[in-house]
């Protein structure tokens, strides 16, 4: 059950219907979002839940049956919308588009780079600055300045920047240049890192595990919600299989499934999806056929220069003509 109190309710009264939900044999944990003021209650017991709404300072009471209580769609009468402010939204009923390179290398990169979503009229680029690599001896990113550098080239044109945070220890030092923090699939039950995002008040992109199950991925994203943050998004990227031609198998079918069992956004992530450049636009298409509220993917102007991930960038002429089908095909739906 998911209780909803009113805003700015007194200390008292909050203590007083804890009291009483203690008494209805129900385990309560508060939680204080930037938007509302929750208890997320447990417990067996049936009972006439009227008893809980007519209270005073109780502002609305639903019953959850789903373990992951704050992200499930059974309790919101609105799926969730990220604004990140200059008419940046994502989960508004467009399909959002993010692309970047994997990897932040230099100035010239960066240039190259915003001018082509400028072009295409992309307001949020993706670039990795601090990169879990397989290998140890593989490029692991410019870290901080890199940031700092894709900060440089988008603000002037508004666009915003999602890049990944791999520890707790980086959120702070990261924030003044990120709108979205991404959690990488090494990372995505990474519990400690989530519980600090939920303490942080920017948008939070989740990716699935490398092989994660989709509740997983929900369980993840409550970690975040129940330490405050509801800005979050889910995002699928392809799970580790027993077939070995391509990367992952990016499953099509989890976007509609997350979009039935919650209200945050889904976005998809077909370079990581199948890894193989020449796929990777029909597969972006196919996530906006079901459903996908987003797309993020990698696209640099020389690929096979790239420093991390060339196999599964777009060149600039790919991502032109996949960011004008995504446009048709959004047109269409």
Not at 57 to 72: P, Q
Request: net charge negative; with cysteine.
């Amino acid at each position: 059950m998911i209780i909803q109190l009113e805003k700015n309710i007194d200390k008292d009264l909050s203590t007083k219907i804890k009291s009483t939900l203690n008494e209805l044999k129900f385990s309560v944990n508060p939680v204080s979002t930037q938007f509302e003021d929750y208890l997320i209650c447990i417990g067996k017991n049936e009972f006439d839940i009227r008893s809980i709404g007519h209270l005073k300072g109780v502002k609305d009471v639903h019953r959850v049956s789903d373990n992951y209580k704050l992200v499930s769609n059974k309790w919101k009468t609105k799926n969730t919308v990220i604004d990140l402010g200059n008419d940046v939204r994502i989960g508004d009923g467009s399909v959002s588009v993010m692309a970047g390179p994997c990897s932040v290398e230099n100035e010239a990169q960066m240039e190259s780079i915003t001018e082509h979503l400028v072009k295409n009229n992309i307001k949020i680029m993706r670039g990795g600055v601090f990169k879990p690599r397989s290998s140890p001896y593989a490029f692991r990113g410019l870290g901080i300045d890199g940031l700092k550098m894709m900060h440089e080239f988008c603000k002037p044109h508004g666009i915003k920047i999602i890049t990944e945070v791999m520890q707790a220890s980086q959120i702070e030092e990261m924030s003044p240049y990120t709108d979205i923090f991404q959690v990488g699939a090494r990372n995505s039950q990474n519990f400690n890192l989530l519980d600090a995002l939920g303490e942080s008040d920017k948008a939070v992109l989740i990716k699935r595990g490398v092989s994660g199950t989709i509740e997983e991925l929900l369980y993840s994203a409550e970690y975040v919600f129940s330490k405050g943050n509801e800005r979050l998004m889910l995002c699928e990227r392809g799970i580790r299989t027993f077939e070995t031609i391509y990367r992952n198998t990016f499953d099509i079918n989890a976007i509609q499934v997350l979009k039935d069992k919650s209200h945050l956004p889904v976005i998809a992530d077909p370079s990581h999806g199948v890894g193989i450049r020449n796929y990777v636009p029909k597969l972006a298409l196919a996530a906006v056929m079901a459903g996908a509220d987003g797309i993020i993917y990698e696209v640099h102007e020389k690929p096979e220069e790239a420093l991390s991930d060339a196999q599964q960038t777009l060149n600039f002429m790919e991502s032109d003509l996949l960011i004008q089908n995504i446009n048709k095909l959004a047109t269409f739906l």
